[in-house]
């Protein structure tokens, strides 16, 4: 599996909104400054998560987008593949019949994908969430949180 930036860049944007006061709606540009993401990209994702049903906008003055329901109930297999995202092992690829060798490592590589598969479902953004609670607890810290 390789994780693309846009990968990388949808976790951190739901993960900084899951440490909002009260999940409430935070604007593209502060998401983006205190992320270290370009706004413009950041907007992109952000429109396809909430297509996704990840996130809701919300209009106004204090608007902005907010994650759709808890972090409890959002995998991190939800938020990659929202961005189009795939951790498909070698697509259309088919052992060949003559070596066991082929075989073999087909299989492994299907079980490997099925564990990381299992494991990103797995894994909520609450999971993420006290992750970055606690290394800001450790660090002394509790605002300007980064990923």
């Known amino acids: 599996m390789k994780l693309t930036t846009r990968g990388h860049y949808s976790v951190k944007a739901l993960l900084d909104l899951s440490l909002q ?16 993401i370009p706004a413009p990209y950041l907007e992109k994702l952000l429109i396809q ?9 919300v209009r106004g003055a204090q608007g902005g987008y907010q994650l759709a329901r808890s972090p409890a109930q959002i995998s991190l297999a939800q938020i990659l593949e929202a ?8 697509p259309r690829h088919q052992p060949s019949s003559t070596q066991v060798e082929d075989w073999v490592t087909f299989t492994i ?7 990381l598969k299992d494991a990103l479902h797995s894994i909520s ?14 660090k002394g810290t509790t605002s300007s949180f980064i990923v």
């Open 49 to 57: 998560l909430r297509q996704a049903n990840l996130l809701v906008s």
């Open 21 to 36: 006061p009260d999940y409430g709606p935070a604007s593209v540009r502060a998401i983006a400054a205190r992320q270290d």
């Open 125 to 138: 953004l609450e999971d993420l969430y006290y992750d970055a609670r606690s290394r800001q607890a450790s």
């Open 109 to 115: 590589w299907n079980r490997l994908h099925h564990k």
């Open 83 to 90: 961005v189009g995202e795939t951790i498909e092992p070698l």
